[in-house]
């Protein structure tokens, strides 16, 4: 069975420094990888994927994550944070065979920004 | 290109009730998920519709039902209410096969408080 393990339930970092937010997965085959941002009260808005190729990935908001197969891990990464990227964090794995294509999602990680 | 929407945005109901949440699927997309995410929590898999019937289902009891209807759009129906449906339902939608693009899209949710 796939699963998603976020360690981190909370993490506070100060406006402009840096930001990794950590995700291990379980998964019996390559995995289909995802990153979402929730803000409070709202949907899931996609950051970035990965399927396939090179391990590191860019996204939206300048956003950033490396697939590692050797440590089962796909980190979420952004140089400088902004106030505006307070919200939760959910890092997810998709089971692609049709017919069992559901996202696992982790606990999800909440960012705080301090000025 | 619309997104998703979901009606209604917000919901209260009565123990022991039943409640029917709607969803819209984006533009072009014909496979429609739902996920509960209780308060804290990540979103779970409730279940899959394809070509109006469903096609994965996770660890949730029969009286969580849906329907998919021939525009795509879809139905999550719950009869007979417990406290602990309290969450927010989360719609997804997107295309299958996915051409090499497995990205769903999510709608904003129903809050739905069970008293």
């Known amino acids: 069975a796939q699963s998603v393990t976020q360690p981190d339930i909370h993490i506070t970092v100060s406006e402009g420094a840096s930001l990794e937010l950590r995700c291990n997965y379980s998964y019996g085959a390559t995995p289909y990888l995802f990153w979402y941002v929730q803000s409070p009260g709202q949907g899931l808005q996609l950051l970035l994927k990965?399927?396939?190729?090179?391990?590191l990935v860019q996204g939206i908001k300048g956003f950033e994550a490396e697939f590692k197969r050797s440590q089962s891990s796909f980190n979420l990464r952004k140089p400088s944070v902004h106030w505006s990227d307070a919200a939760e964090y959910f890092c997810a794995v998709l089971g692609a065979n049709f017919g069992n294509e559901k996202l696992t999602f982790g606990t999800g990680t909440r960012l705080t920004i301090i000025p | 290109e619309t997104g998703v929407t979901q009606s209604p945005t917000h919901l209260i109901k009565t123990r022991g009730q039943q409640v029917t949440l709607r969803c819209s699927s984006q533009?072009?997309?014909?496979?429609v998920s739902w996920y509960q995410q209780a308060l804290g929590q990540g979103p779970q898999f409730i279940f899959q519709?394809?070509?109006?019937?469903?096609?994965g289902r996770g660890n949730f009891p029969p009286r969580f039902s849906g329907l998919q209807f021939p525009n795509y759009s879809s139905e999550l129906n719950v009869n007979a209410l417990e406290l602990d449906d309290s969450a927010l339902y989360l719609c997804a939608s997107r295309l299958y096969p996915p051409g090499g693009n497995y990205g769903y899209t999510f709608g904003s949710g129903t809050r739905l408080t069970v008293v």
């Open positions: 519709y394809y070509r109006e019937e469903e096609n």
């Open positions: 533009s072009g997309h014909n496979t």
């Open positions: 990965y399927f396939s190729g090179d391990t």
